[in-house]
C-alpha cells in the first residue's frame, strides 16, 4: 500500500499558520478572537462532516444533532456542578454514543434517504428541544454560568479541534479504513462483495465524525454562555458545514479548510452590509457547486490547486 | 374528556382535509420523483410561496378566493416549466444515471434562497386569507363550510389527476417513465417533453395546495422544507406515482396530525409528523422507489 510520507517543507505553512493563529488567541481584540474561533469551529466541524460525507459519500444533512447533543449536555452537566472538563468530555461522549447508535438505523438506507433522514432527524429534534421547556428550556434557551476563563478554553479548543480533525482527516486517509470508505464511495455493493463490510467502516466514521461535532458544541457552548435551539439545531449550523465542504472540495483534507474560510469570510462581508440573506448566499454557494463545480474549489485539477502548490493526490 | 360527536366529526374532516390537501402537494412531488429522478426539495416551498402570493393577491385586489384557484396553478405550471428548462434539465443531463443526490443539494440551495428572500419580503410571520362562510347545520351538528368545500374539490382534483394519468396518452407515458425509463425510452417517449410537462404539474400541484394552504390554515416562509418532508412521507408510505396510496396515506397523515394537535397541542403534531417521517424512510431502507 502506497503510504505518502509528509515532507518537512509540506509541514512549514501549517505549522505557522498553527503559531500566528495562537498568538491570535493570546493577543488579539475580542472581535478578531470571536471572529477566528467561529471560523476554527466551522474547520473542526467541517472536517468532521467530511469524514462522512467526503470519504463516504453520505449526505449528512443534519450533523448540528450531534453540536446539538454535545452543547445541550454540556449546559445540563454544568448546571449539575461538573467541572468544565468533565462536562466537555462527557458531551464528547455522549455525541459519539448517539452516533453508534444511530448508524445502526441510519446506515440501513440508501445515499439519498440518508440524507433526508438525517435532516427529518435534526428537524425532530429541535421542534423536541422547543417543546421540553422543563429540561431545555425551551425557547428561552438555558444559560450556562460564567466559566473563568472561557473564552481561552473555547479559542484554544476550537484550534485544537481543527488542528486535530485536519491531522485526523490526513491520517484517515492513508489508512485502510480510508481505503475502504473510499471503495464504498465508489460502489458500494463491489467494496462488500470484495470483502469490505460496509457498514463496519461507516458507521466508525460515523461515530468519530460525531464524537467531534459534540466535543466542538460543549465548546460553543462555552463561548456563547448559553444553550438555545436555534443556534444549536437551526440551519445555520446545520448547514454551513455542508456549504464548507462541498465549496472547499469534499473528500480533500484542505478543501474545508478553504471553504470554511472562504464562507466565514463572505459571511463577515454580507454582515457588514446587510443583516438579511445569509440563508441565501449558502443557497446560493448550494446551488452553484451543485451545477458547475460538484469537485468544490480543490477538486478542479489544475485551478487553485496549481496556484497553492499543492500536488495531486496529497490534499 | 367525553366523546362528543360533533368533535370527533370536526378531527375527521379537519384530518381527512389536511390529508388530501397534503397528498395534492405529495403528488406533485412524487410524479417529478418518478419521471426525472429529480428530488425537488423546493416542493414545499411552492406551496409556502404560492400561499404567500395568494395572501398578498387577496390583500391587495380584495378578490373572492375561488378566483385564486384559477390563477395561481397555472402560474406555477409556468414557474415550474421554466425552473425545469434553466436548472434541473441541465444538471439531468450532467449526471446521467444518478441524479437524485445533487439534485437534493441543488434544490435544497434553491429552497434556501425562496425562504431567505420571502422572509425578507414578507416577513416569518403566518399568513392566511379570512373567509367568512356561515357553517352548515345539519341535525344538531356545525359543519365549516370552507372545508367542506375544500374537501370536495381536493377530492376532485385527486380523482381528475389520477384520470389524467391513467386515461390520457400523457399520462400514460409518464407512468411508462416511472416504471421503466429506458424502456419506455426505447417505445419512442418523449423523456425530456414529459419530464418537463411533469414538472409543470407538480408545480402546478403544489400551487394548487399552497392556496388551499393560505384559506384554511396559514402559510409561513420557513415552514417549505418540512412541508416537502410531509410530503415524502406520504410518498415513502404511498408509492411513487401511486395516487389513491398518497391519497390514503395522507389521511393517515393528516388524521394523526390533527389527533395530536387535539390530544397534545399544535407543538407537538410537528414532531410526531416528523417521527412518522424518519419511521417510514426505515420501514423502506432501499428508498421509496422500490416497490
Redesign the interface.
Do not use: D, E, Q
Given at each position: 500500500m502506497n503510504r505518502p510520507s509528509v515532507k518537512c517543507s509540506q509541514l512549514i505553512l501549517p505549522v505557522i499558520l498553527v503559531l500566528l493563529l495562537s498568538s491570535i488567541g493570546y493577543a488579539g481584540s475580542p472581535y478578531i478572537k470571536s471572529l477566528i474561533f467561529v471560523l476554527l469551529m466551522y474547520v473542526a466541524l467541517a472536517q468532521a462532516w467530511d469524514l462522512v460525507g467526503g470519504y463516504l459519500g453520505y449526505?449528512n444533512?443534519g450533523f448540528s444533532f450531534f453540536i446539538g447533543a454535545g452543547g445541550y449536555m454540556f449546559a445540563l452537566l454544568h448546571k449539575n456542578h461538573l467541572g468544565v472538563l468533565g462536562a466537555l468530555s462527557l458531551a464528547g461522549a455522549l455525541a459519539a454514543i448517539l452516533a453508534g447508535l444511530l448508524s445502526f438505523?441510519l446506515f440501513?438506507?440508501?445515499?439519498?434517504?440518508f440524507?433526508?433522514?438525517t435532516?427529518?432527524?435534526v428537524?425532530?429534534t429541535e421542534?423536541?428541544t422547543?417543546?421540553l421547556a422543563i429540561i431545555t428550556g425551551g425557547q428561552e434557551g438555558l444559560p450556562i454560568e460564567p466559566i473563568p476563563g472561557s473564552t481561552f478554553y473555547a479559542y484554544y479548543g476550537a484550534l485544537s479541534l481543527a488542528v486535530l480533525g485536519t491531522y485526523v482527516k490526513f491520517k484517515v486517509r492513508n489508512s485502510t479504513l480510508g481505503l475502504a470508505a473510499l471503495s464504498i464511495k465508489d460502489d458500494e455493493e463491489a467494496a462488500a462483495s470484495l470483502g469490505v463490510n460496509p457498514f463496519k467502516y461507516k458507521a466508525q466514521l460515523f461515530v468519530v465524525s460525531g464524537f467531534f461535532a459534540g466535543l466542538m458544541g460543549g465548546l460553543l457552548a462555552i463561548f456563547s454562555s448559553y444553550v438555545h435551539p436555534e443556534v444549536f439545531f437551526g440551519?445555520r449550523i446545520t448547514?454551513l458545514p455542508v456549504v464548507m465542504a462541498?465549496l472547499g472540495g469534499s473528500g480533500t483534507i484542505y478543501g474545508p479548510v478553504l471553504g470554511a474560510t472562504t464562507v466565514i469570510l463572505l459571511d463577515e462581508v454580507l454582515l457588514n452590509m446587510t443583516p438579511?440573506?445569509?440563508?441565501?448566499l449558502?443557497?446560493?454557494?448550494?446551488?452553484?457547486?451543485?451545477?458547475f463545480m460538484?469537485k468544490g474549489l480543490l477538486g478542479r485539477p489544475g485551478s487553485l490547486r496549481r496556484i497553492l502548490g499543492i500536488p495531486h493526490g496529497t490534499a | 374528556m367525553t366523546l362528543d360527536p360533533t368533535l370527533i366529526l370536526e378531527v375527521i374532516i379537519n384530518g381527512v382535509l389536511l390529508g388530501g390537501i397534503l397528498a395534492l402537494a405529495a403528488i406533485g412531488l412524487s410524479l417529478v420523483l418518478g419521471v426525472t429522478g429529480v428530488l425537488n426539495i423546493m416542493h414545499g416551498q411552492f406551496l409556502v410561496l404560492a400561499g404567500t402570493l395568494s395572501y398578498l393577491i387577496h390583500l391587495a385586489l380584495k378578490l373572492n378566493p375561488i378566483i385564486l384557484f384559477i390563477i395561481i396553478p397555472p402560474l406555477f405550471f409556468l414557474i415550474g416549466i421554466s425552473l425545469e428548462r434553466s436548472l434541473i434539465r441541465p444538471l439531468v443531463s450532467r449526471t446521467q444515471s444518478t441524479p437524485l443526490l445533487p439534485s437534493i443539494l441543488v434544490t435544497f440551495g434553491l429552497a434556501l434562497i425562496v425562504q431567505d428572500v420571502l422572509t425578507f419580503a414578507v416577513g416569518d410571520v403566518a399568513k392566511g386569507i379570512p373567509t367568512h362562510f356561515p357553517p352548515l347545520k345539519f341535525q344538531g351538528l356545525q359543519l365549516p363550510m370552507p372545508k367542506l368545500l375544500s374537501l370536495f374539490s381536493v377530492l376532485t382534483a385527486t380523482l381528475s389527476l389520477w384520470f389524467f394519468l391513467v386515461h390520457t396518452s400523457t399520462g400514460n407515458a409518464a407512468r411508462a417513465i416511472i416504471q421503466d425509463r429506458e424502456g419506455a425510452m426505447l417505445c419512442g417517449i418523449d423523456i425530456p417533453r414529459i419530464s418537463m410537462l411533469i414538472f409543470g404539474i407538480g408545480a402546478a400541484l403544489a400551487g394548487l395546495a399552497g392556496v388551499y394552504y393560505s384559506i384554511i390554515y396559514t402559510v409561513q416562509a420557513s415552514m417549505g422544507i418540512t412541508l416537502t418532508m410531509i410530503a415524502l412521507i406520504l410518498i415513502a408510505l404511498g408509492g411513487v406515482g401511486n395516487i389513491l396510496g398518497t391519497l390514503v396515506s395522507g389521511i393517515i397523515v393528516g388524521v394523526t396530525h390533527t389527533v395530536v394537535e387535539l390530544l397534545l397541542g399544535a407543538a407537538w403534531s410537528l414532531p410526531v409528523v416528523l417521527l412518522l417521517f424518519i419511521a417510514a424512510l426505515l420501514a423502506r431502507p432501499r428508498g421509496v422507489l422500490s416497490e
Open positions: 449526505l444533512l438505523l440501513r438506507l440508501n445515499r439519498a434517504y440524507a433526508l433522514a435532516l427529518g432527524l428537524l425532530f421542534s423536541i422547543n417543546n440551519p448547514l462541498l438579511y440573506f445569509h440563508l441565501a449558502l443557497g446560493s454557494i448550494l446551488v452553484v457547486v451543485g451545477l460538484p | -
